[in-house]
């Protein structure tokens, strides 16, 4: 590589493979132009002869736009008119035969529309289209948008291809360490779709059945032993004299005997073990052991010893296999993503380049070249820095041979899209290979003074880019070119406001400030200085140039969807103006939760709990004291209910956005959401997300079902996110401009601020999977899945972000054209920052851990450390940076610019939040990190095996399963069988009426009609079953519907409750059912909810009475396994015990009570309340015997009366 200096649009060479290196705002779209204009004035190439490539449509359009005008203005100049361009001016002079000239400028003006001006997909499209035999492409295939659904499709055929066939043990560990399909599918993201992705460690999967084994017999020797030795080991813990009491505290030791016991008793082989397990290890006992003093010694202690070794050992070989099926996923999706592709007939844009760079490297490649050689004579390729390996290999094979030529034009310091797959590494490596390389430093675009300013703060350090590849040269400023300054009251100041703040000025100490606090002063701050410059508007005071500055003149640079959300609550808040140029989803808005709610309830239009949610929706504006008026005056509801049953029949008759349509009329929804301060953005993104349903419902021709299923898929926070799906821009309107640094890049903006610049670059720690470079692999992108190697590349990942957040910052900072704010001080986390390293690491460190380095000086800096460095920085800039504290004024409110409807803001609320308060259920309670809110008709799905879930043997295998129990597991089944059993009517006899329920509701979950038979005989032995032998009669099948109440709702008011609360209620008061279920086992090492009050909620499936009795039924779609003996009552016993079914019982048991309590005149538990019954759905078979299948209880009176005492918040009751 020949380095030829500056580059010269009018005098380089054209010829050879060139390189340009365009920093920001030297003109590069203008020498991509000439470019081309020189090569049809001098090379005398047609139009159609010279690609142009570049990165986006928009970019794509621009580049035809900006072409053709420059042919118009060349026709122009050589037509005799004053255009007032050197390069023009240069050509003409040059230029012996005008006329000629003229005559190949009209012609490539009137053959334009043959321009070959793509982006890198659109080319390679071209290619494979225009030669599908040397490529062996076919001329019909579809092209998609997104590969995701194909994804999704490929995980799950792997988690089931390797994961049913898994034995209990490790699927139980995979699960409980978060693993699923959709973890799976994430993992993806990692990098699949690049060919050279080298993955390590390439490791086959492990076989782990002797450390199972060995496991299991551990387990099984401390099961035998424990129950004899229990009495001895407890008291010898807790008198034993030589323990530290710090380590053994004598009040936990009976609870760690419990959760012993538990273990034992579940008789489940868990690969966790429980958080105090280790007390009863050998070990444990040893290092807790006071000196001078004898260790406690007991077999149990040796054999809980080996227990532990046994489950490290276990632990240690099935993360290997996870890593394992890891690296088998991604071979797996390598194979499987290519089949499925040439099975449909369909490819991804990634696959254009895929396929041309196979064509081109494979038998008639050479063919191939030449061909597009002689057809395309000069090739330029926009945006380089933002190429990967494939891309450049495709150019090099094409173009990269002698007569050819060849300019690549980019800006290595603006490569910022490594999440797209863009790779520096590969621009750096081209970087060597090219001729000679130009570069442009000219800045067109900002004043001198910005220009000195971010010169200074770059050439700070030795290596800014910290890649000695990437080098910093200073930009130049324009000689005599006029741009607008900006000055306040006719003051002109320096251009580059480096804000300060002082940690003191915001807490008590000398601590850094943390990123919640930042978060919190910042955007007021920044808010109040916007309003400070518009404000100066009104007395013709802020200018820029000669005109006042206004809204849109203004940029505020962030990096993420959550800080642009922060900005526009401040602007918000003072009657600003902004607008948001964003990268969020569409799914992840508000309005998508919202439509959601609505059309729920559109599609259960006799449901009132879904009616109400819909109603108080922002697009219904229903307040909550209108609509508590609705449901004291029943009309009201009822109109309501007849106006969502309009809708369902538009919608299921006339399609989705026929219904739509009619409802934003109807109901004046973009008018009421207009009233929001925010309500453009509202309006847009609810109509925006119309028409992806629309789309997707006809694309697919879903019925209403499928089309909520999809749209609540969509919104799973693991789902992936389309670039199709982004936000839409609200208004063009002025107003102040929200933009992430990657929508910035390519743009301008007057007045720019960066208030978040000071984020890390830290990768999470608790992150094992990610993506470096190797450079003991010529640079290769590589996945790291956990090798031993893991802490070395982690390093040379955060390396790579570290160099990349230094890109974005540079991409901010030259957005400016005449002001820039940049923020900074010690904030937390904020070692491991582009500006840490600019402002207080200026040389690169010798070892490979710079982040470590950078991190470990900025932490040893207090304020004054900071300031002088700053200080130091700001006597380099010449004058063109303003050093001062961030001011921290609360600006009024600015009256609305426009005469327009204001929403009020609600005062911020300063008093204290009590943290223990929540709505409460039991899902909530059992597994708080796992359960969200408890829905109704919904079968909880724990993730672990049941002690009857365990490895099959022989003779389970005699019998294939049959009938119900082939009906498929999960979610949406439970929901199905329960959404039958809620709107059958049980006193039915007619078979037809039945099965035409059945049919409905199988269409409507999206089943097939072949399993009608199978639930409808399900249902008749569910209905005809004796729900128990002592009670005569009692069969579903002889209660009256006006006897029965499906899915009854409750909340009741909840005092302070704790597990351990829970425990002594249950200890006290009896806890020995004839179940012999221990409800005793609440101990802290199963329920881990921390201490709650406020309100309990919930859903009970079915609540009827018979004689004078009132009874609980709750369906259970379980799957325990595909023999009818599985659901006899001892696994219907351990089944309850493990999901924590018998406290869900006890918790609606209470709040039924509490109901007819309140409702039932002269009522008494003991005289009215029935009984429980648990209905196991899949075992139900009066053929065993009355009761088979369902599980029976009914709770004490002593039980119910200390629960009742110990729950309910009396107080709250009327």
Same mark, same amino acid.
């Given at each position: ?73 060349? +026709?122009?100049?050589?037509? *005799? ?48 289209? @225009? $030669? ?82 060995? &496991? ?34 004598? $009040?936990?030791?009976?609870?760690? +005997? ?15 073990? !429980? ?32 227990? %532990?070794?046994?489950? =490290? ?67 330029? #390729? ?15 094979? +094409? ?19 490594? !999440? ?46 910290? /890649? ?52 919190? %002063? ?68 508000? =309005? ?48 309501? &209910? ?91 309107? $002025? ?50 899945? *956990?090798?031993?190697?893991?802490? @070395? ?27 820039? /704010?940049?923020?900074?001080?010690? &904030? ?101 990190? #796992?359960?969200?809110? @408890? ?22 295998? @005699?019998?294939?399963?049959?009938? +119900? ?80 109440? $499906? ?51 919930? &859903? ?115």
């Amino acid at each position: 590589m020949e380095s030829a200096g500056n580059f010269n649009l009018m005098e380089s060479p054209l010829e050879g493979t060139n390189l340009i290196e365009a920093s920001a705002g030297t003109g590069k779209t203008h020498t991509i132009t000439g470019l081309v204009l020189r090569l049809v004035l001098e090379k005398r190439l047609s139009i159609n002869e010279i690609l142009v490539v570049t990165f986006t449509e928009a970019a794509t359009n621009e580049l035809k736009e900006r072409i053709r005008n420059m042919l118009r203005q060349a +026709i122009g100049a050589f037509s *005799g008119e004053r255009m007032g361009d050197a390069l023009l001016d240069d050509l003409v002079k040059k230029t012996q035969d005008h006329d000629s000239a003229l005559k190949t400028l009209n012609e490539a003006l009137m053959d334009f529309d043959k321009a070959a001006v793509f982006t890198i997909h659109g080319f390679c499209r071209r290619v494979l289209y @225009e $030669n599908a035999f040397e490529s062996g492409s076919l001329f019909d295939t579809e092209l998609i948008t997104g590969q995701e659904s194909l994804l999704k499709e490929i995980v799950d055929d792997f988690w089931r291809k390797h994961f049913y066939k898994e034995s209990p043990l490790f699927v139980n560990y995979a699960i409980n360490n978060r693993y699923s399909p959709q973890n799976f599918l994430s993992l993806l993201s990692n990098g699949s779709a690049q060919p050279y992705l080298k993955i390590v460690p390439q490791v086959e999967i492990p076989d782990s059945s002797c450390q199972e084994r060995r &496991f299991k017999l551990s387990l099984d020797e401390l099961c035998k032993a424990w129950h004899s030795a229990r009495l001895e080991v407890e008291k010898m813990l807790v008198s034993d004299k030589g323990l530290n009491r710090n380590r053994y505290r004598k $009040n936990n030791i009976p609870i760690w +005997i419990r959760g012993m016991d538990h273990y034992v008793a579940s008789r489940r082989y868990n690969p966790l073990l !429980f958080n105090s397990f280790k007390k009863f290890t050998t070990n444990e006992l040893k290092v807790s052991t006071k000196k001078g003093c004898g260790t406690p010694v007991h077999p149990i202690f040796k054999v809980c010893e080996g227990v %532990v070794k046994a489950q =490290e050992a276990l632990k240690e070989v099935f993360e290997r296999r996870l890593i394992g099926l890891k690296a088998a996923l991604f071979r797996y999706t390598k194979d499987e993503l290519v089949r499925k592709k040439e099975e449909n007939n369909i490819q991804f844009f990634d696959d254009l380049l895929f396929k041309l760079h196979g064509a081109l490297e494979g038998n008639g490649g050479e063919d191939l070249a030449r061909a597009l050689r002689v057809k395309f004579r000069a090739a330029l #390729i926009d945006e380089f820095q933002d190429t990967d390996t494939i891309q450049y290999d495709i150019f090099k094979k +094409i173009f990269d041979v002698e007569g050819n030529i060849l300019f690549f034009i980019g800006d290595p310091k603006q490569a910022i899209y490594s !999440f797209r797959g863009a790779d520096i590494f590969s621009y750096i490596r081209a970087k060597k290979d090219v001729s000679l390389q130009y570069t442009l430093r000219k800045n067109w675009r900002s004043e001198p003074d910005i220009i000195s300013a971010v010169n200074a703060i770059f050439a700070n350090a030795d290596y800014p880019f910290i /890649y000695k590849q990437v080098p910093f040269k200073p930009a130049e400023a324009v000689e005599g070119k006029t741009l607008n300054v900006l000055t306040l009251d006719g003051q002109y100041d320096a251009p580059l406001h480096l804000w300060f703040l002082r940690a003191d000025k915001f807490q008590k100490g000398d601590k850094p400030i943390t990123k919640t606090l930042a978060r919190e %002063v910042i955007p007021g701050a920044v808010a109040a200085e916007i309003a400070r410059l518009l404000g100066h508007e009104r007395k013709g005071g802020a200018l820029l140039g000669r005109r006042p500055l206004i809204e849109k003149d203004i940029a505020v640079l962030v990096r993420t969807n959550s800080e642009a959300r922060l900005m526009q609550e401040a602007l918000s808040a003072i009657h600003i103006p902004s607008v948001l140029y964003s990268t969020a989803n569409l799914f992840d808005s508000h =309005e998508a939760m919202e439509m959601q709610r609505v059309l729920f309830g559109i599609f259960n239009p006799n449901n009132e709990r879904f009616l109400r949610a819909a109603l108080t929706t922002d697009m219904m504006g229903i307040g909550g004291e209108k609509l508590c008026g609705l449901v004291e005056h029943e009309i009201g509801l009822e109109k309501w &209910f007849a106006k969502f049953k309009e809708y369902y029949d538009i919608w299921n008759k006339r399609g989705f956005i026929q219904m739509f349509r009619c409802l934003l009329f109807q109901e004046n929804i973009l008018s009421r959401l207009m009233f929001f301060p925010d309500g453009e953005r509202r309006s847009t993104n609810l109509l925006h997300l119309s028409e992806v349903i629309h789309r997707e419902s006809v694309n697919k021709n879903l019925m209403m079902s499928q089309v909520l299923k999809w749209l609540s898929e969509q919104r799973d926070a693991g789902a992936p996110r389309l670039e199709e799906h982004q936000l839409r821009l609200e208004s063009d309107e $002025n107003a102040i401009k929200l933009v992430t640094i990657h929508k910035s890049k390519g743009l301008e903006y007057p007045v720019v601020f960066c208030p978040f610049a000071w984020e890390g670059s830290r990768i999470d720690r608790s992150k094992n999977v990610f993506t470096f470079h190797d450079e003991a692999d010529d640079m290769r992108l590589t996945l790291d899945l *956990g090798s031993k190697q893991r802490d @070395e590349h982690r390093v040379f990942a955060e390396r790579e972000v570290l160099a990349e957040n230094l890109r974005l910052l540079y991409v901010a900072l030259t957005r400016a054209k005449s002001r820039c /704010y940049l923020l900074w001080g010690r &904030f937390r986390g904020s070692g491991t920052s582009a500006l840490a390293y600019l402002f207080h690491h200026p040389q690169l460190p010798e070892d490979e851990d710079i982040l470590g380095d950078i991190e470990k000086k900025f932490m040893g800096l207090d304020d004054k450390d900071v300031l002088l460095d700053l200080e130091h920085v700001v006597n380099k800039s010449s004058g063109s940076i303003m050093l001062s504290e961030m001011p921290l004024r609360r600006e009024k409110k600015r009256s609305p610019m426009k005469d327009k409807n204001v929403a009020l803001v609600s005062r911020k609320y300063s008093g204290a939040v009590d943290r223990k308060w929540h709505i409460s259920s039991f899902s909530s309670l059992i597994s708080p990190p #796992i359960y969200g809110d @408890e829905l109704p008709g919904r079968d909880a799905i724990r993730m672990s095996y049941s002690p009857d879930q365990r490895d099959l043997e022989d003779s389970d295998l @005699e019998k294939p399963p049959a009938g +119900i129990f082939l009906f498929p597991k999960g979610v949406k089944s439970g929901t199905c069988l329960h959404d039958i059993l809620e709107h059958l009517d049980f006193e039915e006899k007619e078979p037809i009426v039945i099965n035409g329920l059945v049919a409905e509701k199988l269409n409507e979950y999206g089943f097939e009609s072949r399993w009608l038979e199978t639930i409808f005989d399900m249902i008749i032995n569910v209905l005809s079953m004796p729900l128990d032998p002592d009670l005569k009669g009692l069969k579903l099948s002889s209660i009256h519907k006006k006897d029965r109440l $499906n899915e009854l709702e409750f909340y009741f008011p909840l005092k302070m409750i704790s597990p351990r609360r829970l425990e002594r209620i249950f200890h006290e008061n009896g806890t020995q059912a004839a179940n012999d279920i221990t409800k005793a086992e609440l101990t802290t090492t199963r329920l881990q909810f921390a201490p709650t009050r406020g309100f309990m909620r919930g &859903f009970i499936d079915l609540v009827f009475q018979w004689g004078e009795r009132f009874y609980l039924v709750d369906w259970k779609s379980n799957f325990l396994g595909s023999r009818i003996e599985d659901y006899g009552s001892e696994f219907l016993y351990s089944t309850m015990e493990e999901n924590f079914y018998f406290l869900q019982y006890h918790i609606y048991t209470l709040a039924l009570d509490q109901y007819l309590r309140l409702r039932l005149p002269g009522y008494s538990y003991k005289d009215h309340f029935g009984g429980v019954f648990y209905v196991f759905l899949r075992g139900v078979d009066p053929n065993m015997g009355a009761g088979f299948g369902v599980y029976r209880d009914l709770p004490s009176p002593d039980l119910m009366k200390a629960l009742r005492y110990e729950m309910i918040e009396k107080k709250l009751i009327n």
